[in-house]
């Protein structure tokens, strides 16, 4: 069973940069792609970026947000820069399209105006 650990999350003031990390530990997920999705108090969880053959950006973060992984570290990360308040969330990474695994704790940002 694949366990994500989720990390990197903080207090940050708008402007400001952050860098997220996604470790899966218990199956390699090199084969299949990688998403982070976030979820802000009140609201539904929603897709932020993904990384396969290819990757993806909501539009709210495109050009912000970059999301790189390594495949040898069964890590992936969301570089975050030019942040927001609107930003603030709890951030999770799964599968994509798909979030069919099971949903790590989250790591916390807030960015404050």
């Known amino acids: 069973q694949v366990q994500l650990v989720e990390s990197g999350g903080g207090l940050v003031q708008a402007g400001g940069s952050l860098r997220l990390s996604c470790a899966a530990s218990g199956r390699t997920f090199s084969s299949f792609a990688m998403g982070w999705f976030r979820q802000a108090p009140g609201k539904e969880r929603e897709f932020v970026a993904a990384?396969?053959?290819?990757?993806w950006y909501a539009d709210s973060v495109k050009g912000r947000f970059t999301i790189t992984r390594d495949n040898a570290k069964n890590t992936v990360y969301l570089q975050m820069n030019s942040l927001k308040p609107e930003d603030t969330a709890v951030y999770y990474c799964?599968?994509?399209?798909?979030?069919?695994?099971?949903w790590g704790q989250g790591t916390q940002v807030t960015v404050s105006s």
């Open positions: 799964n599968a994509y399209p798909s979030p069919t695994l099971s």
């Open positions: 990384i396969g053959d290819s990757t």
